[in-house]
């Protein structure tokens, strides 16, 4: 399990669901249990207080690019999600946003671990700030 995979567990899951999560994603064989999660009902485990609106008109790659490197973010990072192609990867951030923004994938992608994160479902778009 990659630290930025700790750190975000620890920062946005409900402290309830933490440990099982964590469980999930050190182990390859039940991963895909904590990735499918990611694209359904995130009021089940993301931790409210850390959730960000993000406005309708920066819901897209290149606005939420710039969002997101305003509030910190570098230029790689680590990929949790239900695409195969980037799960477990540390990818280019504005990169990762093209292949994920509004495809409905299940998807967190962490720029500082435990800090800053962006999470989108099949319906919701959310920054995840501390």
Known sequence: MSP????????????SRQQRFVDFLADPKKRKKFTDELAHRRE?????K????????QRNPTSLYALLKQLGAPDICWVISESRLLDGQEVGLIKALREVVG????????CAPGRLAYFESEDERFILQR
Do not use: C, D, Q
């Open 50 to 57: 850390f959730l960000k609106s993000i406005p309708p008109s």
């Open 44 to 48: 089940r485990f993301l931790n409210s």
């Open 4 to 15: 930025h995979e700790e750190a975000v567990v620890k920062s946005f899951i409900e402290p």
């Open 103 to 110: 495809y409905g994938m299940g998807t967190i992608i962490s």
